[in-house]
Nanobody
Framework: QVQLVESGGGLVQAGGSLRLSCAAS????????MAWFRQAPGKEREFAAN????????YYADSVKGRFTISRDNAKNTVYLQMNSLKPEDTAVYYC??????????????????WGQGTQVTVSS
């Protein structure tokens, strides 16, 4: 089992920045690819970004590309999501998720077995 705990959410004005963190425990962190998903009220959970086991490969949804950056620190068992130029439509609960490192290219939420509890991000206009 992998336990994931997100932090760093909050309220920010449009155009502002936030950095989310997700701390992992329970298994060897580098055995997992990591991802960030988000879910807005009344909408399905959607993929935002993911990163392979060593940080050498990343992938972004078109909606966040160029504004969000995913990174990881395997020594700290932590994955980050730096969010810049935030828009009101970025308002959502943000979740980190883990998947075995061989499945890095999976972007469907149902493919991820491990999830954090989520952190709220609210962007005001």
């Amino acid at each position: 089992q992998v336990q994931l705990v997100e932090s760093g959410g909050g309220l920010v004005q449009a155009g502002g920045s936030l950095r989310l963190s997700c701390a992992a425990s329970g298994r060897t962190f580098s055995n997992y690819a990591m991802a960030w998903f988000r879910q807005a009220p009344g909408k399905e959970r959607e993929f935002a970004a993911n990163i392979n086991w060593d940080g050498g490969n990343t992938y972004y949804a078109d909606s966040v590309k160029g504004r969000f950056t995913i990174s990881r620190d395997n020594a700290k068992n932590t994955v980050y999501l730096q969010m810049n130029s935030l828009k009101p439509e970025d308002t959502a609960v943000y979740y980190c998720a883990a998947i075995s490192r061989g499945y890095f290219r999976v972007v469907a939420p149902r493919g991820y077995p491990y999830w954090g509890q989520g952190t709220q991000v609210t962007v005001s206009s």
